[in-house]
C-alpha cells in the first residue's frame, strides 16, 4: 500500500517515489504527498519529475476504487514510466496551501454552529457547509466576527487517533451526517483545533488558525426545510 505522507506531513511538498503500478484510471507510487479527493477536499495537482529530465503533469488525484490508494491521474493520451521507475512527485503547493487554510476554517465554522453537517465543499479560495438547521437564524456578519476573533487566537492545529471503540462511545465527535469518519484500520485520525473543535478528519490543515488570514461569510442559503449552506471565502481586501 502506497505511504499518504500527506497523512502525516501536510507541509510536503514533494517526495522521491517510485511507480508501483500503473493501469486506466492513472499512476500509484509507493509513497505520495499527493491528497486524493474525498471528504469534500479536491484531489491535488502537480507534477512527476522523472529521472530523465521528463516532466508529467497530474492533474487530479483520487482514490483507487479497489485499494484505496491515491492514483495520480495524468493528461489523456500521455504515456506513464514504467513500474519501478524514480521520480519526484511534487504538488501544486499554492493550490494546497489555500485548500489547507479553507479546510481549517471550515473547522472553525463547525465549531460556532455546533449541528450536523449535511454537506460541504472545498475550494481554492472559497467553501460551503450545509447544516441540518431547521430552527436558528443565522447572521452572516456575526459569524464573520466570529470566525476571524477564533483565526486571530491562534489556536494550534494537532493530529490525533482514537479506536473505533472509543469513537462509538463518544458519537457526538462525528459532526458529518453522510461521510465516515477516517479509518485506518482500527483507529480514527482526529483533527482537534485546541480549544475550539474536535473532530474525525482525513484532510490536510494548516498548523494553527493564524495562517488562515481574514474571511468573510459571503451567503448564507436555505437549502430545504432542514438545510442552511453557509459559504465562506478569503477577505483579500481586508489583508
Known amino acids: 500500500m502506497t505511504d499518504e505522507i500527506f497523512r502525516r506531513e ?67 493520451g500521455t504515456q506513464a514510466p514504467p513500474v519501478g521507475a524514480p521520480l519526484v512527485a511534487e504538488i501544486d503547493w499554492g493550490r494546497r496551501y489555500g485548500r489547507m487554510q479553507m479546510h481549517t476554517c471550515m473547522h472553525l465554522l463547525c465549531s460556532l454552529i455546533p449541528e450536523g453537517v449535511t454537506g460541504g ?26 470566525l476571524n476573533r477564533l483565526i486571530a487566537e491562534d489556536h494550534p492545529v494537532v493530529f490525533r487517533s482514537i479506536s473505533i471503540e472509543e469513537l462509538k462511545a463518544k458519537p457526538e465527535l462525528v459532526r458529518t451526517m453522510s461521510v465516515k469518519p477516517p479509518m485506518n484500520g482500527a483507529v480514527v485520525r482526529l ?28 451567503k448564507i442559503e436555505n437549502k430545504g426545510r432542514h438545510n442552511r449552506r453557509v459559504s465562506i471565502a478569503f477577505d483579500h481586501q481586508s489583508s
Not at 503500478?21 to 484531489?43: E, I, K, N, S
Not at 465543499?121 to 466570529?146: C, I
Open 191 to 218: 483533527v482537534e483545533i485546541v480549544g475550539v473543535d474536535l473532530q474525525p478528519c482525513g484532510g490536510t490543515h494548516v498548523a494553527s488558525t493564524g495562517e488562515i488570514g481574514r474571511v468573510k461569510v459571503t
Open 121 to 146: 465543499s472545498l475550494g481554492d479560495d472559497r467553501a460551503r457547509l450545509d447544516f441540518d438547521l431547521p430552527e436558528r437564524v443565522l447572521d452572516k456578519d456575526q459569524l464573520t466576527v466570529d
Open 10 to 76: 501536510c507541509y510536503a511538498k514533494s517526495s522521491e517515489s517510485r511507480i508501483t503500478a500503473v493501469d486506466a484510471l492513472g499512476v500509484r507510487l509507493d509513497r505520495t504527498v499527493f491528497y486524493p479527493a474525498g471528504g469534500g477536499q479536491p484531489g491535488d495537482t502537480g507534477v512527476l519529475r522523472l529521472v530523465d529530465g521528463r516532466q508529467l503533469q497530474v492533474v487530479d488525484t483520487v482514490k483507487h476504487p479497489e485499494t484505496g490508494e491515491p492514483v495520480h491521474v495524468l493528461p489523456e
